[in-house]
């Protein structure tokens, strides 16, 4: 039983460079979100996704988007990135929103040179 | 603004003693409420929550919540440490089913 995976586990990239963070989950969750943590500050919910073809802002969703195409599957696309972004990412989805617990992937490490 | 405070960032207990992470939030309605522990390199893992009823929960690996609705807190609390309980708690709250508040964390340190 995977769970939630994420990949890759960590990435160096350089400012206004592209990239997509890869979440997938075996679990048939409806609910799936992504989150960045800093140091200091928790977690801060990016944007999530309440189904298949279903996806809102968080607090933080400036420079980041997002689709969901399958139930199991919410990419994060970075589409310029800058310094700032520089975090872990984790990926998190639960059976139905948050009235219920997250399960979470390991995280990616991300750098921005 | 909705928020959550977790007011240490470190909490040091010998091994044995009773454990308090504290934890306050200001939100409008009636949220849920979670506890999640995270340890190394890895992702958060889910511990308590509380949604209504009782104002103890209890949760996994022998930890327990307290909710306080008048001082709007919710204490993370077990009897007797462990040393493998050192780890970054995280207190979060869900002021409807599309948000979700997570505190800084409280780095906890059993020791020996």
């Known amino acids: 039983n995977a769970g939630v995976t994420q990949t890759p586990k960590f990435q160096v990239l350089k400012t206004g460079q592209s990239m997509t963070l890869q979440c997938a989950q075996d679990m048939n969750h409806e609910y799936m979100s992504w989150y960045r943590q800093d140091p200091g500050m928790g977690l801060r919910l990016i944007h999530y996704?309440?189904?298949?073809?279903?996806?809102d802002q968080g607090e933080v969703p400036n420079g980041y988007n997002v689709s969901r195409s399958t139930t199991e599957d919410f990419p994060l696309r970075l589409l310029s990135a800058a310094p700032s972004q520089t975090s872990v990412y984790f990926c998190?989805?639960?059976?139905?929103?948050?009235?219920?617990?997250?399960?979470f992937g390991d995280g990616t490490r991300l750098s921005i040179l | 603004a909705q928020s959550v405070a977790q007011p240490e960032d470190q909490v040091n207990v010998a091994e044995g003693n009773p454990l308090t992470v504290k934890c306050t939030y200001s939100?409008?309605?009636?949220?849920?409420l979670f506890w999640y522990v995270q340890y190394p390199n890895r992702g958060l893992q889910f511990l308590l929550k509380?949604?209504?009823?009782?104002?103890l929960v209890k949760g996994s690996y022998g930890f327990e919540a307290e909710f306080n609705k008048s001082q709007t807190s919710f204490h993370l609390k077990k009897p007797s440490a462990l040393v493998s309980d050192s780890a970054l708690y995280f207190c979060a709250v869900s002021p409807h089913e599309d948000d979700m508040r997570f505190g800084a964390g409280t780095r906890l340190t059993v020791k020996p």
């Open positions: 998190a989805s639960s059976l139905k929103g948050n009235s219920q617990p997250q399960h």
């Open positions: 996704s309440v189904g298949a073809g279903i996806t």
């Open positions: 939100v409008s309605g009636n949220p849920y």
């Open positions: 509380y949604i209504t009823g009782d104002n």
